[in-house]
């Protein structure tokens, strides 16, 4: 019986650097005070506490892709990557012809997808933000 050839897995490329991302379009007082106390609490290491602002600035405005991704990024370094890429997909939908943001949002899907060993899907989501 003859032995399989098993290819040899892509590496994984490494993580990319998201730039510190800032919204384009001015954010309600309620929205912009909680997105603030959210950075505050992710700074200090408050995870829950940073995902707990954002939930809360989402129920406000529900359809804000800023806010979307502002939570994904929080998923990423939580290290729950598949959550992280479902709510990028979602700010994509939303982000309408804002460029800057649709660049960051596949960028943050290349990295999920590296956490999820799924080097195809980072090279994917690459060359879409390089479109951007």
Excluded: H
Excluded at 1 to 15: F, G
Excluded at 38 to 61: H, P
């Amino acid at each position: 019986m003859p032995s399989q050839v098993i290819p040899k897995a892509e590496a994984l490329p490494a993580l990319e650097t998201l730039e510190s991302f800032q919204p384009s379009t001015p954010l309600s007082p309620a929205v912009g005070s909680l997105l603030a106390s959210a950075e505050k609490s992710s700074y200090s290491g408050s995870l829950d506490n940073a995902a707990a602002s954002i939930e809360r600035a989402i129920r406000i405005e529900p359809r804000n892709p800023t806010l979307l991704y502002k939570l994904a990024e929080i998923r990423i370094k939580q290290s729950k990557p598949r959550l992280a890429e479902d709510l990028t997909k979602k700010a994509l939908l939303l982000s309408g012809k804002d460029n800057r943001l649709k660049k960051q949002c596949w960028l943050l899907i290349g990295n999920a997808r590296i956490m999820q060993n799924n080097a195809a899907g980072a090279k994917e989501a690459k060359a879409n933000a390089a479109k951007f």
